[in-house]
Structure formats: structure tokens, C-alpha cells
């Protein structure tokens, strides 16, 4: 069988895209999705998504990660998904769709799109780091020099340590580079690796940032410089819980083909 695909990035997070609107991708097929994220035996990629068709709203999202398990929400991936249904001319400039944490609106203009996401209303704070949800769990600990940090290493580390242990959590180191602006690198559990961007990891930065009073109170549009570009987060906040956050940045198709499987 050959499988027809396309190739997406959002910040250098890139993605195979499948339009599964008949329904016919094999989903329960861990290895095979595994070996299509491959970057030497298969396409490679970040994750895979497939955009399928949905009861209440434009179509559906369904993630994986690169090791072939269905995950929770992607938020480049999500970004990147809007791109493709633009170009399968699902809709013009504005949509929503279904994910696995709920339902999302976007808007796109020129390769630029904007992704709602979730209400965050709980940020835990530690001494060392935050934890919160963002579609997705992360782990956010300031450090100095974040060029030079071992994220592999200390991501890793972390990600299989107390108290994640096997359901695990990303983790994003991040250093304060301005008034409201972060670099931020992120260890994403299911690569098992370091990405060049990650999109629920810098939306739960900002927030966490925001939380801890690394930005003035009043400040709610944080910039993030990831090593695969720039992505911005704004939100509003409402007696302590983050409402209307939003994603953006740049979601680019890179290319399509087809591949036996």
C-alpha cells in the first residue's frame, strides 16, 4: 500500500501530516507510525497527526508521538495542522477544531497562524521549577547560560524522575533574555530528545514566567526565542486563571509524497 503524506514545521517541530478523512489509516499500528517518524527509515518527524473529520467543528486532530503512542496536545503540531487544512481548503482564515483536550479556534495569514489553547487555572511552584498543563505536562525550571545546558541530559533525568516516572513530562529549561522576552529549550517525552521548538512548552513558560513574577503583572505577551525561531503567547488573566492563550508563529508546509507501507 502507498500512503500519500505531507511534510509540515512549525519552528523547526516538524510533523507528517495525513488527511484521514476516509478513515483508513491503521492508528492502532505503534510500529508503523513509529517508523514513519523515522528520520532514517521513514519520513521523520516530531510526531504525526492525522486530521480527520468531525461531528461539531471543521475536523478533528489525532496525535502521535515519534515513538508511535497516541498523545496529548501538540501545540506546533496543532499550529501546523491548520496550515495543512488550509491547503486541503477545509476553510479560509478562521477555524476550529477538535483535539484531544478539547476544541480550539485559529486563525492563519500568511504562513503566520494563531492557536488558542486551553484555560491554564493551576500552576504548581516549587522551589526549583513550576509544573502545569498546558494540553500537555511541563516541567519548567529557570537556568543561566542555556546555550551551554546539557538539556539532553538533565531533560532526561528529570523526565524519568520523581514524581513524573513513567507517564513522564517534558521539560523546558529557560533563561530571561529581556523585559518580557525567554530562550527556551525543551526535552519532549515520546521523541525521548531535545526538539527545536515545542509549542505547549513555551505556552506553559509564559504562563509560569508570568506566574512567578519574572514579567511586570501587567505584561501579557511573552516572546520566546526557540532554537528552531520565534513563537509569541499571550493571554489574558482572570482571578488567577489564564484565558484566551494564544499561540503564534510560523506553521510552513515543506513538502508531500508518497510511501510503501
Known sequence: ????????????NDFVMIDNRSDFFPKENVALI???????????????????????????MVYFNADG????MCGNGGRCLVAFAKKLNIFDK???????????Y??????????????????????????????????????????KFPVFNKGKEIRNGAPYFEEGSNVNFVEKTGEASFKVRTYERGVEDETLACGT???????????????KNAETKINTKVLGGDLTVSFNVEQGVYKNVFLEGPAKFVFEGTIEI
Not at 478562521?94 to 480550539?104: N, P, Q, R, S
Not at 500568511?110 to 484555560?119: A, H, K, R
Not at 512548552?201 to 514579567?215: F, K, L, N, Y
Open 1 to 12: 500500500m502507498n500512503l500519500h503524506f505531507y511534510k509540515y514545521q512549525g519552528t523547526g
Open 34 to 60: 513509529n517508523k514513519l517518524c523515522d528520520r532514517r527509515f521513514g519520513i521523520g518527524g516530531d510526531g504525526l497527526i492525522l486530521l480527520e473529520n468531525s461531528e461539531t467543528s471543521d475536523f478533528k
Open 69 to 72: 503512542n497516541e498523545s496529548t
Open 94 to 104: 478562521e477555524t476550529t477544531f477538535d483535539a484531544i483536550d478539547g476544541l480550539h
Open 106 to 147: 485559529a486563525s492563519i495569514e500568511n504562513d503566520i497562524v494563531s492557536l488558542q489553547m486551553i484555560d491554564v487555572d493551576s500552576v504548581e511552584i516549587h522551589d526549583t521549577h513550576c509544573f502545569l498543563d498546558t494540553g500537555s505536562p511541563h516541567h519548567v525550571q529557570l537556568v543561566s547560560d542555556i546555550d
Open 201 to 215: 512548552g513555551v505556552t506553559a513558560v509564559a504562563i509560569a514566567m508570568h506566574r512567578t513574577e519574572q514579567v
